[in-house]
């Protein structure tokens, strides 16, 4: 898949500045905390830098579609590293007002490029082939899953070294770079963004079903977002309750390890199913995973179950993807995309919040319980319509084309 032409140099650059994502939020949280000397401070800026950033991802990702990837990333990018820059400029030393840390996260978060869902639309012109383009979403998952894990190492090695503004200022250049290398790509110039002729509709059926299969997506990505949201709270109250806190890294990177580990191989598979009926599956596993996480007697049968989660969490969202690819025509690919994205991170964080609120009151067991419900439900509910679809002689194909 990478010997396509033009699609190391296009991910490489997609990937350098992706690779601010997992910097830039630690190191945002660090800045704000050492320059206000507040917790609260720095977990309001960071409240509302994600709140911003995720609830106008669809936004920016429609302004892609409309401009091009060559008109429209340049300035976002530039005008998110330009803030990057200033709050790290504004936190270098301590005494910052926090109001003023704040509007500038919420502006920075506003202007958040899509380089992920932009990529993800590249790799639909750059692969045509389906089975290429699986292995594509598979890859470009995991990259993407280990950037949240590498970047806080670096933002450790950073912190040891200089201030934790230092790790924002890094997180612009390696945005700008990578927006910059990305636009200069021969794909990006090659990719066009088809709009139906005129005079000539897309055909209702097609394109109604595929609204429904992207809606299904959208859903069981944010019940998924949930369950991983609500994990990570509990892994830390599972390990205090074995008085071993510590160990709430290792649990983590079991997911992640899982999380690699699933995606490689679900991209290295050549499946006969449709896309949409392989969703609620693992979505499913991913939920019963974790309800036998919640009984798990001893840490390491912990470290286990979720290694085994993990396994589903890559071709969750691999799957999801390629629905959304499937689901809309070419003039839309990077705002369907951004929908789940956004629905993830939005499931994420609203999965912490719930659970945060019931991990003092209720069972630790319950509450793994519950936090797979959501899995659990949304893959039964939309497996069940996509069954009644095709009973019913009315399923749209795999790739809805016409859409």
Partial sequence: MLRTPHAARTFGAALLGR?????????LLLSVKDATGSYAAAGGAMAVFGAASVVLSPARAAL?????????????????????????????RPGAPPLVLGA?????????????????TLWSSLVPDRELLQRAYSLDGVAEELFYVTGPLLVGIVVTVTVPAAGVLAGAVLVFAGAAALVSSPAVSR????????????????????????????????????????????????????????????VLAALSAGSAVGGLAYGAVRWRSASRVRLPVVAAALGAALMVA????????????????????????????????????????????????TAFN??????????????????????????????????AVVGAGARGRRAAGTGAPDAVSGA
């Fill in 19 to 27: 690779l601010s994502y997992g910097i830039v939020p630690l190191s």
């Fill in 64 to 92: 892609i579609d409309r401009h091009g990837p060559r008109r429209a990333l340049p300035p976002m990018a530039g005008l998110y590293a330009a803030l990057l820059a200033v709050i790290a400029l504004v936190a270098w």
């Fill in 104 to 120: 500038l996260a919420v502006a920075a978060g506003a202007c958040t490029p899509p380089l992920g869902p932009v990529m993800r």
């Fill in 191 to 250: 990719a066009r963004m088809v709009e139906p002729p005129a005079g000539e509709p897309a055909a209702p059926g097609p394109r109604l079903h595929g609204i429904v299969a992207l809606r299904h997506a959208v859903v069981v990505t944010a019940a998924v977002g949930l369950c991983l949201g609500a994990l990570d709270l509990l892994v830390v109250a599972f390990t205090e309750q074995l008085q071993r806190p510590a160990a709430v890294s290792w």
């Fill in 294 to 341: 919640g009984v798990s007697p001893h840490l390491y049968v912990l470290v286990a179950v979720v290694a085994v989660a993990g396994l589903f969490v890559a071709p969750a969202l691999t799957t999801a993807y390629l629905i959304a690819d499937e689901s809309v025509d070419a003039a839309r690919r990077t705002q369907a995309g951004a929908w789940v994205n």
């Fill in 346 to 379: 939005a499931g994420s964080s609203g999965g912490t919040a719930v659970v945060g609120l019931l991990v003092d009151r209720l069972p630790l067991a319950l509450c793994f319980a519950l936090a797979a419900a959501p899995a659990l439900v949304c893959a």
